[in-house]
């Protein structure tokens, strides 16, 4: 975000200091509040239901939002729109760590070991993959990367069924 803000939007250090900031505020609040959406959720449609629309609806809204940031010129405006867009993205964080524990059962600590493996890998990966498109391409192309992975995200959490166990 820093570089970013600073090589598209012309922020100083001391404004890209404020707003950079602003999408993990998103986040944090967008954790709690798809918890909370989550439980609810979960007393009306069941878990199977629950977690896929606020997963998969948390993405696809993420995704509409990066790709809408786009359109902005003023960089204060596209920090807020960032921040919506990590809101969304993260409201699926209590839902994944739920839906581990439904699926793993009792061997739900390896299934975690196993995920949290698999995610730091595709987060090694991902900072030279972006880091590639961003010297190639543009920062546009980039944010393009990143609403397509959220798309795709949200069309595997729509096949997810956490109320089948791995192991029983």
Do not use: H
Not at 68 to 74: E, H, I, R, T, V
Not at 82 to 87: D, G, R, S, T, V
Not at 95 to 101: D, E, R
Not at 112 to 131: H, Q
């Amino acid at each position: 975000m820093p570089q970013f803000l600073m090589e598209t939007k012309g922020f100083s250090v001391g404004q890209m200091g404020i707003y950079a900031g602003l999408p993990i505020w998103g986040g944090a609040i967008g954790g709690l509040c798809g918890g909370i959406l989550n439980d609810q959720l979960i007393r009306r449609v069941g878990s199977r239901w629950a977690r896929r629309l606020v997963a998969s609806g948390g993405k696809i809204m993420a995704a509409m939002l990066i790709a809408g940031s786009l359109q902005f010129d003023d960089g204060r405006l596209v920090m807020i729109v960032l921040a919506c867009c990590k809101f969304f993205s993260d409201m699926s964080q209590p839902t994944w760590w739920g839906t581990v524990t439904d699926i793993g059962g009792p061997a739900s600590g390896t299934v975690f070991g196993i995920v949290n493996t698999v995610g730091a890998i595709g987060a090694i990966t991902a900072g030279y993959a972006m880091g590639w498109v961003l010297d190639v391409y543009s920062w546009n192309w980039l944010f393009g990367l990143v609403g397509s992975m959220y798309l795709l995200t949200a069309l595997f959490w729509g096949l997810v069924n956490c109320q089948r166990r791995l192991v029983t």
